[in-house]
């Protein structure tokens, strides 16, 4: 079992950044693939990025060279770093964990934070 809890969201101007943290309690979380993903009311949800225990990251067409993830397993956190941000950004992001291999389908993952709202606008 883990528990996520997500921070970092707010209000930006398009062009700007903003970084989500999403710190994990429960034991083993170096060993738990952390993704991110984002939702529009009305709209599915849909993958941004993960990264696996190893290290190995994928990213969503739609953000790639515009946001990282990492991870740091001694504070049990990942983060979304979001750089030249864009209106069609706006969205509320979670984050997520699941074992094995990295997935870009929400089903996969059976722990969830609660989420944090990001919205770009001028």
């Known amino acids: 079992q883990v528990q996520l809890v997500e921070s970092g969201g707010g209000l930006v101007q398009p062009g700007g950044s903003l970084t989500l943290s999403c710190a994990a309690s429960?034991?083993?979380?170096?060993?738990?693939?952390m993704g991110w993903f984002r939702q529009v009311p009305g709209k599915e949800r849909t993958f941004v990025a993960a990264?696996?225990?190893?290290?190995?990251?994928t990213y969503a067409d739609s953000v790639k060279g515009r946001f990282t993830i990492s991870r740091d397993n001694a504070k049990r956190t990942v983060y979304l770093q979001m750089n030249s941000l864009k209106p069609e950004d706006t969205a509320v992001y979670s984050c997520?964990?699941?074992?094995?291999?990295?997935?870009?389908?929400?089903?996969?993952?059976?722990?969830w934070g609660q989420g944090t709202q990001v919205t770009v606008s001028s």
């Open positions: 990264i696996s225990a190893s290290g190995g990251i």
């Open positions: 997520a964990a699941r074992r094995l291999a990295i997935t870009t389908t929400p089903d996969g993952y059976p722990y």
């Open positions: 429960g034991r083993m979380f170096s060993a738990y693939i």
